[in-house]
């Protein structure tokens, strides 16, 4: 929910008018969720691959594919469709999103769920693809600093993740079980329980509310600092320390919305020692002969194995949507709260 949490405060909103600007909430209300699994309720005459009561994960955006456009856009044919010319999203830029009680999207959006996977663990689905996407878009980039590089000094030798929430410990699974990397992980965060589950995933934790971040890392790392940083909580005081954290030429990645409360002059002394910044949003990768989206399919497999783990941090669950106000007024500012999905 970390982003339908700031559609939602208005620190982001991605529903933009012909000319980029972006729409008013207040002139273009939104329903949210974009996190999707449904059930389907109908299936159009040409769909022999679905049928009504699968239960289904649900690719949210609409790109060329969806709309069966030839060719392709550029962003499409490189796989990277959550950056299609024609993009559009449910949820997010006007479309209905999870929120609402039915939405109707195309048969190659939808990805069935072959497996007992509880559904409050498959709608972690979207949320993990991003992970992949962004971890991917830093391969794919020339960075200076490599994960599990075969020469040392190029070599990812420790990561520092801002944030333990939802999007942090998936990023310490993916790195740990899916990459295989075996480096140091370490994560800042001040909440008590999030450490705690962060520490189950092999990370080393951090409360930057007791010590000084900058002064552990450079004792964790024996003087480096890390080759790779993670916003993954989207705190904007996160950017006044990030030179003290990395080496010259790191890879930070930014995953994290919001970044509220701080001026564009944080970013000086982080220029100054030439990062590597690396962008990444939505669950891109490409699709199967079929049309269908490969990010979801694979994190939905992971899932399903168990190679990921997310039921022992999705701690609450919303049984109607009269229920849900209550997740955006006061349950996030509980000190349990970690993850919510609404089940219906």
Known sequence: MAQTFTSFLGNSNYNLDRRGKVIPLVEQPQILGHELVGIVEEVGSLVKDLHIGNRVVIDQVLNCV???RQPKCEYCASSDSHQCQFYSEHGITGLPGGLAEYIAVPAVNVIPINSDLETIAAALTEPLGCISHALDRVTRSRTRYVINAEDIDKRVRSILIFGAGPAGLLFIQYLYKVLNYDGLILVSEPNKRKRELASCF????????????????QEKTNGRRVEFLIDACGAGSVFRNIHVLIRRQATVLLYGLG????????????????????????????????????TYERALGLLAAKQIEVTSWITHCYQSLEAVPQAFTSDHLEPDYIKGVVVL
């Open 66 to 68: 969806s709309r069966r």
């Open 202 to 217: 092999g990370a080393e934790v951090i409360d930057p509310q007791v010590v000084d971040l900058a002064e552990v890392v």
């Open 259 to 294: 970044h509220a409360g701080v001026d564009l002059s944080v970013l000086n002394n982080l220029q100054f020692m030439e990062p590597t910044l690396v962008a990444a949003l939505g669950a891109s990768g490409g699709f199967r002969s079929d049309g269908r989206p490969c």
